[in-house]
């Protein structure tokens, strides 16, 4: 397996549990993020993209978690981004809490976001991905910082 992709989709995940994942304990005895109610909820999300929309797919990768934190539902935690073999875009994010997740379904503007998912992507999920079944799963990284522009 390719290193750098295993310390791409491994090393953050290590970092978030160290820097204090809910149920960690803090330096001053202070409640835990579980006890003080600030526990998000960490989602994977697997879009297949359509074909020739896969251009598009990446472009709207890029805008799904600044549109869902810019309506308050989710942390500031980074999302990341990787994409499988077969070009299926994995991500993982941190909603703020569940009820977060049943508020997006009220929202007008996450509800217009997921029908432009809708036309670029079909959902799957990240147990059907044969990456899913390897011990330690490997998958190229996407920089959700860069904008790229090109024709599909």
Known sequence: MNRRIANLVVLPIVGWALAGAPGASSRDGATNEKE????????????????????????????????????????????????????????????????????????????????????VCDYDAIGNLPEAKQLFSGFEAIDLRNQIRTTE
């Open 36 to 119: 003080a109610g600030n526990v998000g909820h960490f989602v994977i999300v697997c879009f297949r993209p359509k074909v020739g929309k896969e251009v598009a797919l990446v472009e709207l990768v890029r805008e799904h978690v600044p549109i869902l934190r810019g309506q308050g539902l989710v942390t500031d935690r980074p999302a990341c981004a990787m994409r499988a073999k077969d070009g299926t875009i994995v991500e993982v994010f941190e909603w703020k809490s569940v009820k977060a997740t049943d508020d997006a379904h009220a929202n007008p503007a996450v509800q217009a976001l997921w029908t432009r998912f809708g036309e």
